[in-house]
């Protein structure tokens, strides 16, 4: 697999591997992965969705691709905690960015996001996403659940199951309730981990219950520990097909302060990196991690910690897609 990172210097023309040079020279793609000319020998794509346009309070979310692939190229191949390596079981690339042609069109832009993905998944590659707000896991759903509903763990703070807000049906906190409408998602299979956050009114709440969505809230959480989360997770995730995704704002803004919507009493980094860790062997077929906004960053922490939690899920696409075979 290794020879399948190489390339060839355009102006040297020596053959070399970007990940194995300084993190700091050249331009940044996602972990230093090289770009492809086409899908064909790909089998897991990184690919950014620069677009906050449903985001209800702060925005910036749409800077968060490239500060993500910034943060990425300090980042190395060998999983400490669990020895994978997804470099050796996958031919890693960045595809870029989804193209936003008419990102001030909120429908026409979700249609354009979800056409970005299907020749994607057409051409079997997973899908590993940085967002953007969250809005952008329903297009992606759109496309890759287009033969049934998946399952989904949804890391995040929020339960992003509003109905409409500011006379759109379309934002970032009613995307899962639209998938879940749509039959994207079967809500059977569907878990929604650390949640907190007083609300103006109890529809997200109501609709979690009246469609039997499994929601782990930061008080179970704290009860039952990063162990308990992992167990309900699998437990209502199965084995059948499911997508992943991480809100940033799932961690406590001690640990993620860039982000639109933070809200306090949240998970710890190394809690998400054991929660991530323990859904090992779950059938992920994509994942995403949205919402890191580098305008409220000034740190740059925010987006290290975006990028180092899509390595952990890097390694689950991965491993993934090798029990598939
Ligand atoms: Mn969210
Ligand atoms: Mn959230």
Request: charged fraction near 25%; aromatic fraction near 8%; include cysteine.
């Amino acid at each position: 697999m290794k020879d399948w990172y190489e390339r060839t210097h355009p102006v040297t023309g020596e053959r070399y591997v970007a990940r194995d040079e300084p993190g700091y020279a050249d331009i940044p793609t996602f972990m230093r992965c090289p770009r492809p000319d086409d899908l064909t020998e790909i089998d897991i794509a990184f690919v950014g969705v620069p677009y906050d346009g449903q985001a209800t309070e702060r925005v910036g979310a749409r800077q968060g691709p490239r500060e993500i692939r910034n943060a990425s190229t300090v980042l190395r191949a060998i999983n400490h905690a669990t020895g994978v390596d997804p470099f050796a079981l996958s031919r890693i690339a960045d595809a870029g960015d989804v193209r936003l042609p008419r990102a001030f069109d909120v429908m026409a832009t979700i249609e354009d996001i979800a056409g970005f993905y299907r020749p994607i998944t057409a051409a079997g590659v997973v899908p590993l996403s940085a967002g953007g707000d969250h809005s952008i896991s329903y297009p992606i759903l759109k496309a890759l659940a287009e033969d049934g509903p998946v399952g989904l763990v949804d890391i995040d703070a929020h339960l992003d199951l509003w109905d409409s807000y500011l006379g759109s049906r379309y934002h970032h906190g009613s995307q899962f309730r639209r998938a879940v409408e749509d039959g994207l998602i079967d809500p059977n299979r569907m878990v929604q981990i650390g949640l907190r956050g007083a609300q103006n009114t109890r529809e997200g709440w109501d609709f979690q219950r009246e469609h039997g969505i499994r929601g782990i809230y930061i008080e179970e959480f704290r009860e039952t520990g990063v162990a308990g989360a992992i167990q309900e997770a699998r437990r209502i995730a199965g084995e059948g097909p499911t997508y992943l995704t991480f809100d940033i704002d799932a961690l406590d803004p001690v640990f993620a302060p860039g982000t639109g919507t933070p809200e306090i009493g949240g998970i710890t980094t190394f809690e998400a990196q054991q929660l991530l860790r323990g859904l090992r062997g779950l059938d992920f077929i994509g994942a995403d991690l949205v919402e890191v906004s580098p305008p409220l960053d000034p740190s740059g922490n925010t987006a290290l910690t975006g990028a180092t939690l899509m390595y952990e899920m890097l390694c689950l696409l991965a491993e993934a897609r090798a029990a598939r075979g």
